[in-house]
């Protein structure tokens, strides 16, 4: 008898510490401390909803982007669904943004900035820059030829600023965006990666010098929405928070 009390006593030990490890390991994602609510700090994403985003010129419809286990998800091989840039609801112009990624073997993705929303622009990246997502050690050789296609970079215009390591694919990284007043700041996993300013002549020689030039309204906003964007490969993203500057 005192057996079989022990063995239950220890099923519902285990059990407890399995719950707790849950709970402490879901709570510790998509949340805010109440320091980070003093600074003024916001949550972009809930973890268990897409409230506050749609899909770029399409409104809130079914589409590739779902909530699994806390995590945004871009599902490559979802079936039967509007697929689509994911751009949020409001408009920004001075912010300190973060969020962390993870993306599939060879995966490729972005995080468009002054994303401009209308009809007369058919896609997202025709208006707003680009911070690169990329599995780099698995990436293709169009990604890798001139070094302006990195995770970090500012997507086609400008190489890193610095070296940066990517995680293995699969596992997480985190990156930072920083905009003030058309200044925007990169980086990746701690490391600044891109730096410019948006309408200055460096930047306009930088636009008229790539292939997003042949795009007359691509970064020249200095607000806009926020897009994550739907590519061949998954991409999942936890962690997106905002604080607006003054």
């Known amino acids: 008898m005192k057996q079989n009390h022990f063995s239950k ?33 916001a ?3 809930d973890g268990t909803t897409t409230t506050g985003w749609h899909i770029y010129n399409q409104g809130n419809i079914k589409s590739a982007w779902a909530v699994i286990d806390g995590e945004l998800i871009c599902d490559p091989n979802t079936e039967n669904v509007q697929r689509g840039d994911l751009v949020s609801d409001k408009t920004y112009d001075n912010y300190d943004f ?14 468009f900035i ?12 025709t208006t707003g820059p680009e911070y690169q997502l990329l599995d780099n050690a698995n ?6 030829r001139d070094g302006l296609r990195l995770s970090g970079c500012v997507y086609g215009l400008a190489p890193l600023k610095n070296k940066v390591s990517t995680k293995r694919f699969g596992e997480w990284n985190s990156s930072r965006i920083l905009q ?11 490391v600044l990666t891109g730096e410019e300013v948006i309408n200055s002549d460096r930047w306009k020689e930088l636009v008229a010098a790539s292939n997003l030039g042949k795009f007359p309204s691509f ?28």
């Open 43 to 45: 949550l972009l994403f």
């Open 219 to 246: 970064g020249k906003a200095i607000s806009g929405r926020i897009a994550f964007q739907d590519w061949a490969k998954g991409v999942s993203l936890r962690n997106i928070k905002i604080k607006e500057l003054k």
């Open 98 to 111: 973060t969020f962390e990624w993870k993306i599939t073997k060879g995966g490729n993705s972005g995080v």
């Open 180 to 190: 003030q007043n058309g200044k925007i700041t990169f980086w990746l996993n701690g």
């Open 114 to 125: 002054n994303v401009q929303e209308a009809e007369e622009f058919p896609t997202a990246w």
């Open 139 to 144: 990436a293709s050789t169009h990604d890798l």
């Open 9 to 41: 006593w220890c099923i519902i030990l285990v059990s407890s510490i399995s719950l707790l490890s849950y709970a402490q390991k879901t709570e510790s994602h998509n949340t805010l401390t109440d320091e980070q609510k003093q600074e003024g700090w």
